[in-house]
């Protein structure tokens, strides 16, 4: 289908062809994780990542960036044909992470919450991907200043309680994969870039920079009723667009 996300599960990490007009999403959850898993999992990372994993305090952070990794360099191999032990990445000035080969020709981006782990990947175009799980916080609503436009803003409060919060969360996971996306981090202040729904769409907007169209197209999908989804990319790529969504459990990762 075009424009929406084809999802199946995996039942064994085969080789995938990554054509161009496509965008690949897989995810995992970190609930079926075991200690068998994670121990495989960290023969896979190099002892930078390792080092960033065992940083975190939190369990639930702990291993969702480790599976995250594991998952990046697993579904690389499939595409790459080089060894997930062997792939070499580099970062941008702000920090956004590439293959270090450009030769290889495979833009990907990764969002991990505590209990969820997706990657993009594509042939042809810089992306951004975020997920987040929503959290009823009353809270979370002082954050707004700062990062939603006044009409935005306007829009989430109007919205009867909860109802706000998963508003919010559709606005700022936008946001987050349109930053992600472009590489620039925070320079671009978050407060003057608004999603525009597209007509006829049910997930594609075009963010907007102080009333100017971007260059770039943005999908929101709401996958279940506690997370968000949402993907960034170019639109030097080709207008038609086909999204392949793929669900691989922990303990495939290291089973080939």
């Known amino acids: 289908m075009e424009n929406t996300i084809t999802s199946e599960a995996v039942s064994a990490m085969s080789t995938l062809p990554l054509k161009t007009g496509i965008v690949d999403l897989w995810t995992l959850s970190t609930d079926s994780l075991t200690l068998a898993d994670e121990i495989r999992m960290r023969a896979l990372l190099s002892d930078e990542e390792l080092t960033v994993v065992d940083k975190c305090r939190r369990v639930g952070e702990r291993r ?58 594509s042939r042809e175009c810089n992306l951004g991907v975020d997920i987040e799980h929503i959290r009823y916080r009353k809270e979370l609503l002082n954050i707004m200043d700062g990062y939603m436009s006044i009409a935005e803003k306007c829009r989430i409060t109007g919205e009867p ?3 706000q919060q998963k508003v919010f ?52 999908w709401p996958i279940d009723e506690l997370h968000r989804l949402s993907i960034t990319i170019d639109r030097s790529m080709r207008r038609r667009v086909m999204f392949r969504g793929f669900y691989v459990l922990p303990c495939q990762l290291c089973n080939g």
Do not use: M
Request: charged share 25%; proline share 5%.
């Open 64 to 121: 969702s960036r480790l599976l995250g990794r594991a998952l990046l360099r697993t579904v690389l191999t499939r595409y790459t044909g080089i060894s997930p032990t062997l792939l070499q990445f580099s970062r941008s000035e702000f920090g956004k992470p590439a293959l270090a080969d450009p030769e290889l020709g495979v833009a990907f981006n990764l969002s991990h919450t505590d209990d969820k782990v997706v990657c993009a990947f």
């Open 161 to 163: 309680w909860p109802k």
């Open 169 to 220: 969360f559709d606005h700022w996971v936008l946001k987050e994969s349109f930053v992600k996306a472009t590489g620039d981090g925070l320079t671009q202040p978050l407060d003057q870039v608004e999603f525009h729904k597209l007509s006829g769409s049910q997930f594609e907007f075009r963010p907007v920079i102080h009333g100017k169209r971007t260059r770039w197209r943005s999908w929101l």
